[in-house]
């Protein structure tokens, strides 16, 4: 289980902000239905590495409080421009009860329909599970080498589900699939029929004459 050390905090809002920035920290919360809202700190660059190897869905130990605390990522505010994490919200996990969350999906393999041309549809990117918190997958793999034609389509229940782990989607809802190509339309750029215009014109012009002649 990967382990980040934490550090009880006491300043608040955005000079809590400013003041752990300076020290290459950023300030956190951990709660849950058993566990009192605690407010932390944490090492930015430990924190980047976890986010980028483990993602939201793996459980954290923190360490260095009074005691370890198995925890999930439950939201993490980042900058609009940066994308750097400014804010961590930890989702403190019950010993024993089973947690539920949204695992992402990783497409592997090669489908024979899209190496002829076809486009892959995901239509799902995250499956909801629930599990205990040691046997959460951190992601599940979807083999799309099964999808050999168009039409072909992949459902939950090709997903090798792990042991202990509890699908909330229905069997039946569909994962993937390939569709062929649309050949964009040629628009009509045939030229104009001059004889027509022409003759129209002279219509026009002979009506007049008749106009005239009559007056």
């Known amino acids: 289980m990967l382990t980040i050390n934490a550090m009880p905090r006491t300043l608040t809002g955005k000079e809590a902000g400013r003041s752990l920035s300076k020290e290459g920290r950023i300030p956190a919360v951990v709660y849950g239905p058993k566990q009192e809202s605690l407010s932390l700190s944490l090492s930015l660059h430990e924190f980047k590495k976890i986010l980028r190897d483990a993602g939201e869905s793996s459980v954290l130990e923190l360490v260095g409080l009074s005691a370890p605390l198995q925890v999930l990522i439950h939201d993490v505010d980042l900058h609009p421009v940066t994308s750097i994490p400014r804010h961590v919200d930890f989702y403190a996990i019950e010993k024993g009860a089973k947690v539920e969350i949204a695992v992402p999906l990783s ?77 964009e339309k040629e628009e009509d750029t045939a030229a104009p029929d001059m004889d027509a215009i022409e003759v129209e014109a002279k219509g026009k012009a002979e009506s007049g004459d008749e106009t005239e002649e009559a007056a």
């Open 107 to 183: 497409f592997v393999g090669e489908s024979p329909a899209v190496k002829a041309g076809s486009n892959l549809v995901k239509v799902m990117h995250e499956l909801e599970i629930e599990a205990d918190a040691a046997n959460l997958p951190h992601e599940l793999e979807v083999d799309i080498s099964k999808l050999a034609k168009d039409g072909d389509q992949i459902h939950v229940s090709d997903i090798k589900i792990p042991a202990g782990v509890t699908v909330k989607a229905e069997m039946e809802d569909v994962v993937a699939l390939v569709q062929a190509v649309e050949e």
